[in-house]
């Protein structure tokens, strides 16, 4: 398995315009999770979904974000529109859910957005 | 409310030297903790969990209930230890981890 795949790898778009990040998870995964990392507030979860539902998306910051699980293997979180303060590193992470709660979470190699 | 704290953003040590990185955590349950680690243009990978309780790379942590701990330990530091360490807790039956913010080990020769 080639892990959780994310694209693009680098963005850079300028102010006001849409950008959607894209992420593919683990084969048979059915938990998938979206993070924010900056250097002054570290890794902050945005968002995550249990078999495609989102569970919580408490940490999305405000109604600029939405993110989308149509079906099992991709999710969709898009910026509309986008700001310079949007400029951060955003990670996918899926993970498998048993009933005893797993927890490790596998991460993709992130998306470096820059908003000019 | 769950929370996660690592006091230091950079720990800056010499090979060889002992490393502790430090994580409190606020949580009214009993809560699951997790270390990851980030090296350089890699992903972030789980490095240990507490109720593995084994050693990873050298690295051992364990958990403190009654100073709401979960320092990151290493006696004697290697280089290719230099890395990001993320500190991050689950409650007890949740999926959902909080991350602390992060401590940058540096490894000098």
């Known amino acids: 398995d080639a892990g959780v795949i994310q694209s693009p790898r680098h963005e850079v778009t300028e102010m006001g315009q849409e950008v959607t990040l894209r992420c593919k998870p683990i084969?048979?995964?059915?938990?998938l999770f979206w993070y924010r990392q900056t250097m002054m507030r570290g890794l902050e979860l945005l968002i995550y979904?249990?078999?495609?539902?989102?569970?919580?998306d408490s940490g999305m910051p405000e109604d600029r974000f939405s993110a989308k699980m149509p079906n099992a293997s991709f999710s969709t979180l898009k910026i509309q529109p986008s700001e310079p303060r949007d400029s951060a590193v955003y990670f996918c992470?899926?993970?498998?859910?048993?009933?005893?709660?797993?927890?490790?979470?596998?991460f993709g190699p992130g998306t470096r957005l820059t908003v000019t | 409310a769950q929370r996660v704290t690592q006091p230091e953003k950079l720990l800056s040590v010499f090979k060889g030297a002992p490393v502790e990185l430090k994580c409190n955590y606020s949580?009214?349950?009993?809560?699951?903790l997790f270390w990851y680690v980030q090296y350089s243009r890699q992903r972030l990978q789980l490095l240990l969990r507490?109720?593995s309780r084994e050693s990873i790379k050298g690295f051992t942590a364990d958990l403190n209930k009654g100073e709401t701990s979960f320092h990151l330990k290493k006696p004697f530091a290697q280089e290719e230890d230099s890395a990001m360490y993320y500190c991050a807790l689950s409650g007890t039956g949740f999926q959902k981890l909080v991350f602390g913010t992060g401590t940058r080990l540096l490894v000098s020769p």
């Open positions: 084969s048979g995964h059915n938990s």
């Open positions: 949580y009214s349950g009993s809560p699951e």
């Open positions: 507490h109720i």
């Open positions: 979904f249990n078999n495609n539902v989102p569970i919580d």
């Open positions: 992470a899926s993970s498998l859910l048993l009933p005893a709660g797993v927890k490790e979470q596998y």
